[in-house]
């Protein structure tokens, strides 16, 4: 056999492989007002100051092993954090915030993984718009 045709033959054998790996994703992700067997109740975008509690709800594919962390952020400044340890090939995490009435602006809650990528931003607005 020729060296190019090794070479080829090769590629044709890893293509497959490359192919059927998955990417990390956040398939889900959103504010809610509750969570009932593992789901979010709702979609909130955007919350009045007379409420106290927000949660969010992610579903994380393709991340079995790593470590994930929900980072909220209030205009700007970071509060809280909490992580996650996936430990599926699907999996649905969620956490929750107290909120002050006077922690009015916009939210961010970042899903961020071990290395410091953020694997997406979502934002809500809490207090008079």
């Known amino acids: ?3 190019i ?18 990417e990390p994703t956040v398939a889900r992700a959103q504010f809610t007002s509750g969570i009932l067997d593992r ?9 009045d100051s007379g409420t106290e509690r927000i949660f969010f709800f992610t ?20 509060l809280g954090a909490v992580t996650f340890q996936v ?14 009435p006077e922690w009015t602006g916009k939210w961010i809650v970042s899903v961020v993984d071990e290395d ?3 694997l997406g931003s979502y934002t809500l ?4 718009t």
Do not use: C
């Not at 430990?87 to 002050?100: I, N, Q, T």
């Not at 607005?125 to 008079?128: A, E, W």
């Open 1 to 3: 056999m020729k060296p």
């Open 5 to 22: 045709y090794g070479f080829l033959a090769l590629i044709a054998l890893l293509l497959p492989l490359q192919a059927g790996a998955q």
């Open 39 to 47: 789901e979010p109740v709702d979609n909130v975008t955007s919350l």
């Open 59 to 78: 579903e994380l594919q393709n991340m079995e092993g790593r470590t994930v962390v929900h980072r909220w952020e209030l205009n700007g400044e970071v």
């Open 87 to 100: 430990r599926g090939p699907r999996w649905r995490v969620y956490s929750s915030k107290e909120l002050l």
């Open 116 to 118: 410091g990528t953020v």
């Open 125 to 128: 607005n809490y207090g008079p």
